[in-house]
């Protein structure tokens, strides 16, 4: 097609500061200039190149201004994006017409011809480059060539050169697992970039392209410092609320920015400039989505961090639900004390399929605890203890494993108040270890000396610690654990349901005490193993082992670890509660 340009306009520079409704003089301008305020010029000419309207500047209406002359097409507004103005460097040459040659620094590259926005695609020998003229790289050499960026040739004062790579663009109406391996590796870049103090504030979708590397963006991304003001950009339907308020940047600019890209992958249309509603997400038909494009694009103050957008995209990534299937095994009793006339240790557990946006997943809540007081005082708090921490509602979302585990700490202290309530001012209290299970992870919340353990492959291990006196002094060193099976006080707790009005920080300990970790996985064939101290304070770890090796199913391994308490005597009351994991 012939370049309809006029001659004055052919010969302009290919500069950052290209975009839409420039009004260019129809005449050359005056030799000497109009007296005006230099600041002045500036700032309308920044205004100009912002795609500001007349009345925004306070100047008079455009039909009060001469004619513009025609415009040359620009990639970059095909796309919806003003560039941002970049301040004039101390380099005067930026005359990049095709053909011309230049050198920045150690460079010298042949110009060849327009690629996107204000980049130029150029030739340094056999190698192929795309040449940004004052285009700040600052940032990008920040980022250590990130796998999803090009590499980065030159950054200095005159702009920034790099890689060119041959890719395809991204298609749209793509399927959701398509969309998914797109969105997720840059999600990973936008958590990155926080990590490192910056903000993704625009990106040219159309770079973004699968090469033979992978999965890239042929061109830079617009960063900014986290904390900063934002520079001005628009990009219809990407440009996050706040970018546009000119308000501090933060980390989670990206998560919008990511969150209006899926949507455009998924429907093949943008996002309208007035951001998204409910009635436009909810027609995506794909259960998950639209939960998760809220959270995306809700506004900054209830938006999901760069973290969160990348655990809602990790979850829609994996399959729908983890078959798992399980296997109980429950025993208790009274004990061989004659003074002993009630059964001061209850369990309880409940098993749920819960249907959520991620698809249907298996729910348990599993307790054991011993009740302490005289009477039926004891009795009375154990039952209120497990009855409590097994009902209610879930909150939502259990997938991630930290909320599963604040989950488990306020359904403790649920319980401590329904100990409270149903003691009414009796001296009495109970111990509570309590296990969720979501799906296959396992998050513990724990106060007292019952015990839960975690079988595998053979293995027994204690996944909680003794709130109790002889526990202290083993940890202290001044009683060895075989002595402490022993000690006259190896019944006092230290800590307890009942006894506290208040939630203190800490008091229920999670599976973070013993293993560093928020919560475990159970796999196949393991079991996790609540008990008493009416069957731990009996049967050694070692007989432990050896009757969960042995047993054909968790009930006859439960009935046989209560009946091992008995043959030792069982001066106390005893509860065995076993969960194992078939597949």
Known sequence: MPDERSESEQARPLGDDEAEDRVPPTSPPPTEPEPLDALDLQEIAEAEAEGMTHADMGLPPEEELPEPAAKAPSASSEGGHLEETVLPSTVENYELQPGTTHTWGPLTFQVASRYLGSWITATDGENRLLVGPRHDGRLLASLDNHRLLPRLVYAGP????????????????????????????????????????????????????????????????????????????????????????????????????????????????????????????????????????????????????????????????????????????????????????????????????IQSEFGRTLLLRACVSDGMGGMA???????????????????????????????????????????????????????????????????????????????????????????????????????????????????????????????????????????????????PGAALVLLSDGVWGEVTEAQMAEILSQAASPQAAAEALVQRALEAGAPDNAAALIIRRRI
Not at 327 to 353: C, K
Not at 464 to 488: C, K
């Open 158 to 353: 005159e702009g920034t050169v790099l890689e060119a790579l041959d890719g395809k663009p991204i298609g749209r109406n793509l399927p959701l697992r398509a969309a998914l391996e797109v969105v997720q590796p840059l999600a990973q870049l936008v958590y990155f970039l926080e990590r490192k103090g910056l903000a993704l504030l625009d990106l040219e979708p159309h770079a973004l392209q699968q090469t033979p590397q992978g999965l890239k963006l042929t061109l830079p991304p617009r960063l900014g410092r986290i904390g900063e003001p934002p520079p001005r950009v628009w990009r219809q339907g990407y440009t996050p609320p706040e970018v546009l308020a000119e308000a501090p940047l933060s980390g989670k600019s990206g998560v919008y920015l990511l969150g209006a890209l899926w949507f455009e992958l998924l429907t093949g249309t943008p996002l309208p400039v007035e951001g998204p509603s409910e009635l436009l997400l909810s027609g995506i038909p794909l259960p998950g989505v639209p939960q998760a494009l809220a959270q995306m694009l809700a506004p900054l103050e209830e938006r999901a961090t760069p973290k969160q957008a990348l655990a809602l995209l990790q979850k829609l990534s994996r399959p729908g639900e983890v078959e798992v299937l399980l296997e109980f095994g429950e025993a208790t009793s009274v004990g061989l004390n004659p003074s002993r006339h009630y059964n001061q240790d209850a369990y309880a557990y409940r098993l749920e399929r």
């Open 377 to 523: 005082a004891g009795e009375r708090a154990s039952q209120a203890a497990v009855e409590t921490f097994i009902a209610g509602d879930q909150p939502h979302p259990l997938d991630d494993p930290q909320a599963q585990s604040d989950w488990g700490v306020r359904l403790v202290w649920a319980a401590n108040q329904a100990v409270l309530e149903a003691l009414a001012g009796l001296d009495g209290g109970c111990t509570l270890s309590g296990v969720i299970l979501w799906g296959a992870r396992y998050t513990v919340a724990h106060v007292g000396d019952t015990r839960i353990y975690l079988w595998r492959s053979g293995q027994l291990q204690q996944l909680t610690r003794d709130h109790s006196l002889v526990a202290a002094l083993v940890a202290s060193q001044m009683i060895t654990r075989e002595e402490a099976m022993h000690h006259p006080d190896r019944n006092q707790v230290l800590r307890s349901l009942g006894n506290l009005r208040q939630p203190q920080e800490g008091y229920v300990e999670t599976l973070e005490a013993t293993t560093g970790q928020v919560s475990g996985t159970l796999e």
